[in-house]
């Protein structure tokens, strides 16, 4: 049976959360809101750009949400187009991507970017290739919504049972739950371990290489 692990982007492949809170605050700033603090946008990150803003202001209209949506894109392209976007990989996520490749794993993506953010996030870093399914929000409903999951595992050729998903969001443990994947928290990114038992993560992993012990002992095993 095919085995597939899905990763969340966004805090968990790479460190995104400088350039996320940049272009939320030309974003809001532009529209007259307030600027949240750190702490709250990164309680949104993982979702589609609308449920973020959702989340965020939920007193204001879909059109105030949809509107600041697209706001926010503009500013992340200046961004990007001004040398600006900063998405570094964690430490050690290369090496996990390496290790599950050599034990014959296929990788996905299941993130709330673009199709276009996305891609030059993976080619910045050279791993566009690496990944036999990229589901995006351009294609599907937002995280926890299973149907990027489900996506990726068609696409794969692979079973519920045999995927995992690794996200740093209760966001994408539930995601892993609805479709009948196992969940892994990846501790190294935005929402706190306990929210990510409590979504549904089977454990968390302090460390990428630590998912390699926790898919022995949870997954394996």
Not at 25 to 34: V, Y
Not at 111 to 140: E, I, N, P, W, Y
Not at 193 to 209: F, H, N, T, Y
Request: proline share 5%.
């Amino acid at each position: 049976m095919k085995r597939l692990a899905i990763f969340d982007c966004d805090g968990t492949l790479v460190d995104s959360d400088a350039t996320i809170y940049a272009a939320l605050k030309a974003s809001m700033e532009q529209n007259g809101f307030a600027v949240p603090p750190p702490r709250l946008s990164r309680r949104v990150v993982g979702l589609s750009l609308a449920e973020a803003m959702a989340a965020l202001l939920p007193d204001a209209t879909r059109e105030t949400h949809l509107r600041l949506a697209e706001d926010y894109k503009r500013a992340f392209m200046s961004l990007r187009a001004a040398g600006q976007v900063e998405e570094p990989l964690f430490d050690g996520i290369l090496e996990l991507l390496d290790a599950l490749e050599a034990d014959g794993w296929l990788l996905a993506v299941a993130t709330g970017k673009s199709d276009r953010g996305l891609r030059h996030c993976l080619d910045q870093h050279g791993l566009h290739a690496r990944f036999v399914s990229l589901q995006t929000a351009d294609r599907h409903p937002s995280k926890p919504h299973p149907s990027m999951a489900e996506q990726a595992i068609a696409d794969a050729g692979a079973a519920p049972q045999s995927t995992i998903v690794v996200g740093d969001t209760s966001f994408d443990m539930a995601m892993a739950v609805a479709a009948g994947a196992t969940g892994i928290g990846a501790g190294w990114g935005y929402h706190e371990a306990e929210e990510l038992i409590e979504a549904g993560a089977i454990a968390v992993a302090g460390r990428p290489l630590d998912v390699l012990d926790l898919i022995g002992s949870h997954v394996d095993g």
